[in-house]
T-cell receptor, first 113, second 115 residues
């Protein structure tokens, strides 16, 4: 099993729909993150969580919300999807000190039509 | 406001030659730098890192150089192999301030190594 599992791998949804992307990890790490990747913009941080009771906005949190259901689970929701949220979404986890780098999931390709 | 910049969107290199990927940063609070490699349909994977107290870190064919005064780092791959063809992301993190515990990524550079 992968250390970080994202579901679904691919999703096409309509404008205005609510959608949830799920992430679970088996690394036992406290810290989890959601990033989106867009061509020419690299990876940008949406939300992050340093433990179950801690949720923080990243640089592009508008239009998104998250839920940290357990140490191992961190889900990202798009309350009302819009076409410019079409992107590749990555979940990641890291150890407490965060210096050994992140472990990423394989990504969710989301298309909003 | 792009705090980590990779100004070369792509790089093409012949197998066996050196690949040099560059990265610039603006935030002086960054003190830890990492390189990630990404293949299509996969998540980024950690490649190599360097702390700001060093100017060089080497791991096999991969070497990262840090020039703090210029706020510049580079990744050297020697010799380059076709399997190195991927997108390379530079990332930075800081021990304090708003960059604490989070990675800020550059735009990525697509490396193509030709046989």
């Amino acid at each position: 099993d992968a250390d970080v599992t994202q579901t679904p791998r691919n999703r096409i949804t309509k404008t205005g729909k609510r959608i949830m992307l799920e992430c679970s990890q088996t690394k036992g790490h406290d810290r989890m993150y959601w990033y989106r990747q867009d061509p020419g913009l690299g990876l940008r941080l949406i939300y992050y969580s340093f433990d179950v009771k801690d949720i923080n906005k990243g640089e592009i949190s508008d239009g998104y919300s998250v839920s940290r259901q357990a140490q191992a689970k961190f889900s990202l929701s798009l309350e009302s999807a819009i076409p410019n949220q079409t992107a590749l979404y990555f979940c990641a986890t890291s150890e407490r000190e965060g210096l050994s780098g992140y472990t990423f999931g394989s990504g969710t390709r989301l298309t909003v039509v | 406001d792009q705090q980590v910049k990779q100004n070369s969107p792509s790089l093409s290199v012949q197998e066996g030659r050196i690949s040099i990927l560059n990265c610039d940063y603006t935030n002086s609070m960054f003190d830890y730098f990492l390189w990630y490699k990404k293949y299509p349909a996969e998540g980024p994977t950690f490649l190599i890192s360097i702390s700001s107290i060093k100017d060089k870190n080497e791991d096999g064919r991969f070497t990262v150089f840090l020039n703090k005064s210029a706020k510049h780092l580079s990744l050297h791959i020697v010799p380059s192999q076709p399997g190195d063809s991927a997108v390379y992301f530079c990332a930075a993190s800081g021990a304090g301030g708003t960059s604490y515990g989070k990675l800020t990524f550059g735009q990525g550079t697509i490396l193509t190594v030709h046989p």
